[in-house]
């Protein structure tokens, strides 16, 4: 009997980055959208861009619906 093996996961983003001022200095703010979906995430820092990234990799795929395809 052949061992069936785990369905891999895959998610896509389309990801803009752009430069602004905050008043102060240039920051890097950032929009990451599903192209399945249209979903649209905005992010004020590489940081929370990062953030956000990794949390959608360590999600289980049970998790929150269906991976972005």
């Known amino acids: 009997m052949a061992k069936q093996q785990p369905r891999q ?6 990801l803009r ?3 602004t001022s ?7 703010r950032a929009s990451l959208q599903s192209p399945s979906s249209e979903e649209r ?7 929370e861009l990062m953030s956000f ?3 959608q990799a360590e ?4 998790e929150g619906g269906k991976s972005h395809r």
């Open 17 to 19: 980055l752009w430069q």
């Open 9 to 14: 996961r895959y998610l896509s983003y389309l």
């Open 41 to 47: 995430h905005g992010f004020a820092s590489l940081e």
């Open 59 to 62: 999600r289980p795929e049970d």
């Open 53 to 55: 990234l990794k949390a």
């Open 22 to 28: 905050d008043g102060k200095k240039t920051v890097w």
